[in-house]
């Protein structure tokens, strides 16, 4: 079974830029695709990038160009890059090991000036 913890979260202004990372623990990451999601308030928890296992990438509409999601089975941690961030990215985000249960405790990133 896979554990997942998020770090890298914080306040940035618009136009900053944040890197997160989930560690995975307990199983192997490799083995999984891996996605992160986020959480506004008041709004329903929404997939932002996935990454397969051989590492082909999916984005949301809304954070392509800005977003890059990417994967280091060594370290068993997968990255989210964010770039020209602005105030409707903040969120609570978190990662996922798609087609299980796993769920970190989320990172919270907020965007204000």
């Known amino acids: 079974q896979v554990q997942l913890v998020e770090s890298g979260g914080g306040l940035v202004q618009p136009g900053g830029s944040l890197r997160l990372s989930c560690a995975a623990s307990?199983?192997?990451?490799?083995?999984?695709?891996m996605g992160w999601h986020r959480q506004a308030p008041g709004k329903e928890r929404e997939q932002v990038a996935l990454i397969g296992t051989f590492g082909t990438t999916n984005y949301h509409d809304s954070v392509k160009g800005r977003f890059t999601i990417s994967r280091d089975n060594a370290k068993n941690t997968v990255y989210l890059q964010m770039n020209s961030l602005k105030p409707e990215d903040t969120a609570v985000y978190y990662c996922?090991?798609?087609?299980?249960?796993?769920w970190g405790q989320g990172t919270p990133v907020t965007v204000s000036s």
């Open positions: 996922n090991a798609v087609g299980t249960a796993a």
């Open positions: 307990g199983s192997a990451m490799r083995m999984y695709a």
